[in-house]
């Protein structure tokens, strides 16, 4: 009997269970995921299903790890300071793509360099002015993306920028090449910047797992799961943890086609950040023709066709105070929730509630709480501003009433919190669900005060938002509900039009679908709902979803063990490896391979195709075997483009695509 054990660390849960021959669940459990020491969290989730489960812990055969840890990164814009080196781009070039925004301040080198369309060199590189400009930067950076013009038709120059960046800091260098085979710079230098910014996270996520499985004493290997679903090694996901965005979510995808069978269906993952949308055609998550979209960012990664929204049991719930009514806002943000905070901070966060609760104030500041969330700083620099405010909060929570005392302050603050030196503690729908009984898991009474403070703030037209705790609880639940709703709509809209990147338009404005949703019949009617049934996971979508599926017209579907699919998914899923190669032809009877270490040159057009996809096999089988797949099987797809000229056939391009899967090797 072999035994599969499957981890999945959230952004406030770490899950584990023990499969039997993936063909049963055998133990399943939670933990609360511990940001300044993730092993510590990981190691009590195992512990725990080791304690639960009557099989013997040498049964284990394999650990494979799924994480929401890199979307929530991305979603929330944190991350490490990284150095970006784009080569033969100006900074016009690089304005596209949202590559601005996620570069923020850290800087940005232009060199002279890069390749023509054909893979030529088109300017030589200038080495030299990368050397003084690395001195000048490098303190403060944790990484280093490089991009190069064209690097996807001749990688050199950013192998050689790649090699002197390693050699003068020893630091991590993400080369676009590496990440994606496709055309547009300004795509892939964003995907290769965040890709940098989330190796540390990465690296001491499956670190920490390695660590709590060797002090458990399974030596067995540990697989990641990618963003499409499948299987990588740990050591891949170490150098590419860009792969892992939506690991969490494509994980909970296949998690949830193993639990209920089902062919066609939305599955709506709830978290304690994110609420991750995606459909299942015929069994299997569809992959995103685009690449991966996270927030606001469309990388070049391959990745289940996912709607993710900074929506969860613990987004912030903050009040819109625009226009006369206002109105409720549920996330992006995470925040610990305060029945959570007064649970560990008990000296700090309920003596605070109270004593604002009697002063009878409703500030925007009263129901929130600070505090370090203790994660290793010494790569990190902090200016004098930043050192102050560490200085004032200490090493415990500390009441955000009266310890911020200007704007700069408080944007300082928002800094540290997005360099994840810091969190927020306040109000959130798991608070609401402590107050309406839904949940009993930590200080109900703090929740209680939370929301009774909340209710007392007044909208654009000066009126209270509830009258007590109770109904303040039952406008975030209904707020919570909607909003998923909304996700859900908008992930369908999406799937019916051949607009595929709409924007998320919000529920409360688009009057046809409100109006459809509460079935309107006045002087016309009008019904509105989703043609699929919807599959509800996560730890609370017992508490919220059912709601939801009448609010839609639909079926929902919470099966046994959906609070823990994701950690399901993680050991359901197969390893696969894809390789691709291209063919140009910049002269006649010139066929030009690209995608490997170096250029060919054939005189023959089927001598170039086979010869690819000979080289591209050969290359996908090992690489398929170095993350860890056995019994592999290969799937080659081509795509040959030419044009007719007066009846003349004309050779434009090729693309080949070799893909190496199998199930992961067990010890």
């Not at 170490?238 to 939506?246: G, S, V």
């Not at 929301?451 to 919570?480: H, P, Q, V």
């Not at 001598?607 to 056995?630: M, T, W």
């Not at 290969?634 to 090729?654: G, H, Y």
Request: include cysteine; charged fraction near 25%; hydrophobic fraction near 40%.
């Amino acid at each position: 009997m072999a035994i599969f054990l499957g981890v999945d660390t959230g952004g406030t849960y770490t899950d584990a269970v023990l499969m039997e021959d993936n063909k049963r669940v055998i133990a399943s459990s939670k933990s609360l995921t511990t940001k300044s020491d993730l092993s510590i969290g990981i190691g009590k989730a195992i512990e725990d299903v080791l304690d639960k489960s009557p099989s013997n812990p040498s049964d284990i055969v394999l650990a494979s790890l799924s994480t929401t840890l890199a979307t929530n990164a991305l979603v929330e814009g944190h991350g490490e300071s990284v150095g970006l080196v784009a080569i033969g781009f100006s900074e016009q070039d690089l304005e596209r793509q949202g590559l601005s925004k996620a570069i923020k301040n850290d800087p940005v080198i232009f060199l002279t360099g890069g390749h023509t369309h054909s893979g030529e060199e088109k300017y030589p590189l200038d080495l030299k002015k990368l050397k003084g400009l690395i001195k000048e930067f490098d303190q403060s950076l944790s990484a280093y993306a490089v991009v190069s013009s064209f690097a996807t038709r001749n990688p050199s120059h950013e192998f050689l920028t790649r090699d002197l960046i390693r050699d003068v800091t020893g630091k991590p260098v993400s080369c676009s090449s590496d990440l994606s085979a496709k055309l547009n710079g300004p795509k892939r230098a964003l995907t290769s910047v965040l890709n940098a910014r989330l190796i540390g996270l990465i690296d001491r996520l499956i670190s920490a797992c390695q660590f709590k499985l060797k002090t458990l004493n399974l030596d067995v290997p540990l697989m990641v799961v990618r963003g499409d679903g499948a299987l990588i090694s740990a050591e891949v996901a170490q150098a590419k943890p860009i792969e892992t965005i939506l690991s969490g979510p494509a994980a909970s995808i296949v998690g949830a086609q193993w639990l209920t069978n089902e062919s066609e269906a939305l599955v709506s993952d709830i978290g304690g950040t994110t609420t991750d949308v995606a459909i299942l055609h015929d069994g299997r998550p569809k992959i995103d023709p685009l690449g991966a979209k996270v927030g606001e960012f469309r990388t070049m990664v391959e990745a289940v066709d996912m709607q993710t929204t900074g929506l969860g049991g613990d987004s912030e719930v903050r009040l819109n105070s625009i226009g006369l009514e206002g109105d409720l806002v549920l996330g992006p943000n995470r925040v610990m929730p305060i029945a959570l905070a007064a649970t560990i901070w008990p000296d700090v966060v309920l003596p605070n509630l109270e004593a604002i609760l009697t002063a009878e104030k409703c500030g925007e500041m009263d129901t929130k709480f600070v505090y370090p969330t203790m994660i290793d700083t010494k790569n990190l620099k902090f200016n004098t501003r930043e050192m102050l405010v560490l200085e004032k909060i200490g090493l415990s929570a500390k009441a955000l009433e009266g310890l911020i005392s200007s704007r700069i302050e408080l944007a300082t603050l928002d800094g540290l919190i997005s360099k994840g030196v810091l969190m927020m503690a306040g109000v959130t729908p798991t608070d609401a669900s402590h107050v309406l009984g839904m949940s009993k898991t930590w200080d109900v009474k703090a929740s209680q005060i939370a929301l009774e403070l909340f209710s007392k703030r007044r909208n654009g037209g000066g009126d209270m938002l509830a009258s007590n705790a109770e109904d303040m609880a039952k406008l975030i639940i209904e707020r919570l509900r909607t909003q998923t709703a909304n996700v859900l709509i908008n992930a369908a809209l999406m799937e019916d039009s051949e607009e595929k990147d709409l924007k998320y338009e919000p529920l409360r404005d688009n009057w046809l679908i409100s109006k459809g949703l509460e079935n309107h019949k006045k002087t016309f009617f009008i019904n509105f709902g989703l043609n699929l049934p919807v599959v509800g996971l996560g730890a609370s979508a017992q508490s919220y979803y059912p709601k939801v599926g009448k609010l839609l017209s639909t079926k929902m579907i919470i099966p046994k063990y959906s609070e823990v699919a994701n950690a399901i998914g993680a050991v359901a899923g197969r390893v696969s490896v894809k390789c691709v190669g291209t063919i140009t032809s910049p002269a006649e009877g010139c066929y030009r391979l690209h995608g490997l270490e170096r250029q060919l040159d054939f005189k023959s057009e089927q001598k170039a195709l086979k010869e690819l996809e000979k080289i591209l096999s050969e290359l996908a089988i090992n690489k398929a075997r170095l993350s860890g797949a056995d019994n592999i099987d290969l799937q080659v797809d081509r795509d040959i483009r030419s044009s007719k000229i007066e009846n003349q056939r004309i050779f434009i391009d090729a693309e080949i695509s070799v893909t190496a899967s199998g199930r992961p090797r067990i010890t």
